[in-house]
């Protein structure tokens, strides 16, 4: 069965950090650029963070830069988010996708991977507060 299983989410106080996983079966992950999202209540879709699946490029929203870290481990066909100096407007639900993409992704890389990405996850919920 084709799937990526996110995991990792929980309950933070801003300041925190936390590490998310996304593991994939019935595939082979490295053939694919990952990407995570998120979703709060009553917000649009945002794309947060990408890989490449070629020489581990990476790209992310301006809102997380600094902050959030993806990573992947081909050998363990997952990839991971790590979260730190989380705030309270990260609260949401995070996903992890997968694009078949293999070209660099250029300028705006969130539409490029949202139009391209086939699979993703059920999400996880994290929650910062005090």
């Known amino acids: 069965q084709v799937q990526l299983v996110v995991s990792g989410g929980g309950l933070v106080k801003p300041g925190g950090s936390l590490r998310l996983s996304c593991v994939a079966s019935g595939f082979a992950l490295h053939y694919y650029a990952v990407g995570w999202f998120r979703q709060a209540p009553g917000k649009e879709r945002e794309g947060i963070a990408c890989?490449?699946?070629?020489?581990?490029?990476?790209y992310y929203s301006d809102s997380v830069k600094g902050r959030f870290t993806i990573s992947r481990d081909n050998g363990q066909n997952a990839a991971f988010l790590q979260l730190n100096s989380l705030k309270p407007e990260d609260t949401a639900v995070y996903y992890c996708?997968?694009?078949?993409?293999?070209?660099?992704?250029?300028?705006?890389?969130?539409?490029?991977?949202?139009?391209?990405?086939?699979?993703w996850g059920e999400g996880t919920l994290v929650t910062v507060s005090s």
């Open positions: 996708a997968r694009d078949r993409r293999t070209r660099p992704y250029v300028g705006d890389w969130w539409t490029t991977f949202y139009y391209g990405m086939d699979k």
């Open positions: 890989i490449n699946n070629s020489n581990g490029t990476t």
